[in-house]
């Protein structure tokens, strides 16, 4: 295998025996990175600061205060629902799934402290089929919308999402509404307050979602927008330049408020929470 | 009359009638083999054949049917921010008397037309003219709205992702949703993705026969998952995107029932279907108080999906 002919294709590791002196090879600089100084410098590139995916568990580590975070209700389990075939069933795949990435859908949600304080905190597993929506991600994602409601607590969703899942077809498509609905009730709640959290990517319907946060965070080098490449240049019949998807260009035409590195991201979650008063005693 | 691939059986017998009818022979006996052999085509059309039926440009449109439906329309223009997006046909009219507000996406029946109004897909202005006049419905002038949807979906371009597409897609979709009015939608052509359902969640989701409603074109799902989009007939058998299919999933409410041959070579007749359909649907939904409606449409959408716990 050539591993320095194509730098970019090269992605995460997989740690193999003790998990010594594996290397990862950056997406963006292709410098070498010792995998644990990764680990250890929230999987930012030390040269480039290029932010490495994050998986749904390592967010949680780095986004929840350490044993807080509990997970919300049974798991929810997707279904193939129109018996879909692509290059492999869907069956198959979410079989694999099951037994490789450990989840039963695309979002891992449940209630956590923040800087101390209490929130409901939804975040999309990548892993998961590219964090696709799917009928049981987006009904875990409306559980936790009602839970939030329901316990008045502020919402925090970190997004990360190719879009819709087509194997899931009409269902996917219908999730954003079931979702946007929640949404609406929770947000007519006075003092209800959904941090929404960009990072890349977020296409599609969960970017629709998305951008119904009341507070818009982004993280640093993220892309947002309908959809992705590969759609552009093969139905559209023309690359879409990635600068029109760019957080920094979007935050620059005002649909972002923040826009932090992962480093700080947890912080600046923490003073937004703090900049609100407390739930029922304005 | 643009004859589509799985028509061409019927090319020689439009050929031969064109011929009879120019000599003044009798043609009784070929119009009912014309007849009868679009009804066996008709009778057998693939999922893709349909989204092909559901894209010929003779179709009736949203306009068209706003333009025959609707008396004294008025259309209303922008979004109040930026432009006005001559996608998407908004305004007030009087159906069958009743005073109504109804959209649709202009899609266009030529190549001129269908640049000026981009073939139907709506930029962020679009949406948001949606957004705001559906708002000023919901509280000004509190009449039912109708939304009619031919599109292959949002515009993706830079210009469209600079000027926040999926926020304006959000914008729409949330303020039908909370429309303190009935809302009935009907496809009639394309419901492509997230373009389509930016613009018709509602109490009522109707389509035609002859029309199709997906998370996404078979072409783009096709280049999703196989990276090209030669898949495409077979994305569209699997990804259950018919009237038909749709109804059985529970995901619309109805078919407005198309002629064998389709709204193309029936325009009137077709047109008239809609319009009765909608007559009805309007009579039970007006029954109703708007506050039980609107908690029913939110319950909807709220149980939509297949899952296991």
């Known amino acids: 295998m050539n591993i320095f002919g194509k730098k970019k294709k090269i992605v995460l590791p997989v740690i193999q025996g003790d998990g010594q002196d594996v290397k990862v090879r950056c997406n963006s600089c292709g410098r070498l990175i010792d995998y644990d100084t990764l680990k250890e410098n929230y999987k930012i590139c030390p040269y480039c600061g290029y932010h490495f995916r994050m998986s749904a568990t390592e967010r949680i580590s780095v986004l929840a205060d350490k044993g807080t975070f509990d997970e919300l209700g049974e798991p929810i389990q997707s279904v193939d629902v129109l018996n879909f075939t692509d290059t492999v069933p869907y069956k198959k795949r979410l079989a694999d ?186 | 009359m643009k004859l589509l691939p799985f028509e061409k059986p019927l090319e020689i017998l439009y050929k031969e009638l064109e011929r009879r009818k120019r000599n003044g022979e009798d043609t009784l006996h070929l119009e009912e083999l014309i007849e009868k052999q679009m009804e066996e085509i008709y009778k057998k059309l693939t999922p893709f054949d349909t989204v092909l039926v559901a894209r010929h440009p003779d179709r009736p449109q949203p306009q068209d049917y706003i333009n025959a439906l609707l008396t004294d329309f008025t259309e209303f223009h922008g979004d109040r921010v930026s432009e006005d997006d001559p996608a998407l046909i908004a305004g007030f009219g009087f159906f069958k008397g009743m005073p109504v507000f109804a959209m649709g996406t202009r899609k266009g029946h030529n190549i001129h037309e269908r640049l000026k109004y981009h073939s139907g897909m709506l930029s962020p202005s679009g949406f948001r003219k949606a957004a705001r006049l559906v708002e000023t419905v919901s509280h000004s002038f509190k009449v039912p709205i109708i939304s009619f949807v031919d599109t292959p979906g949002a515009m993706v371009s830079p210009q469209s992702e600079m000027s926040g597409q999926v926020e304006a897609i959000y914008k729409s979709l949330s303020a039908l949703l909370n429309a303190n009015v009935p809302v009935i939608s009907v496809i009639t052509g394309e419901g492509g993705g997230l373009g389509a359902i930016g613009i018709s969640t509602g109490d009522r989701i109707l389509m035609l026969t002859y029309s199709y409603f997906a998370v996404v074109s078979p072409e783009a799902g096709s280049a999703i998952l196989f990276k090209n989009t030669e898949a495409k007939s077979r994305v569209a058998s699997q990804l259950h995107l018919t009237a038909r299919e749709l109804l059985s999933l529970n995901v619309i409410d109805g078919i407005i029932e198309e002629p064998l041959g389709g709204a193309q070579r029936f325009k009137n007749a077709v047109i008239k279907s809609v319009g009765d359909a909608l007559q009805s649907e309007l009579e039970t939904l007006l029954k109703e108080p708007v506050t039980e409606l609107k908690k029913r449409r939110l319950e909807k959408y709220e149980s939509m999906g297949v899952f296991t716990k």
């Open chain 1, 97 to 282: 799934l099951k037994d490789t990435v450990g989840l039963p859908n695309a979002i891992l949600a449940g209630s956590g402290k923040i800087g101390g304080i209490q929130c409901a905190i939804g975040v999309f597993a990548f892993e998961f089929l590219n964090g696709t929506l799917g009928s049981a991600t987006g009904e875990k994602l409306a559980e936790l919308i009602r839970f939030a409601g329901k316990n008045s607590l502020p919402l925090v969703v970190v997004f990360s999402s190719a879009g819709e899942r087509v194997q899931e077809g009409i269902f996917s498509l219908m999730q954003v509404a079931k979702t946007v609905s929640a949404l609406n009730a929770y947000k007519e709640k006075e003092g209800s307050l959904f941090i929404s959290v960009l990072t890349n990517p977020v296409l599609g319907g969960v970017a629709s979602i998305a951008m119904a946060g009341d507070v818009i965070i982004a993280e640093s080098g993220s892309y947002v927008g309908v959809s992705g490449p590969r759609i552009s240049e093969y139905v559209m019949k023309r690359s879409l330049p990635k600068e029109a998807q760019k957080v920094e260009n979007l935050m620059k035409r005002g649909f972002v408020d923040i826009i932090t590195d992962r480093k700080g991201l947890k912080d600046t979650i923490i003073r937004i929470l703090k900049f609100q008063n407390k739930w029922g005693k304005l």
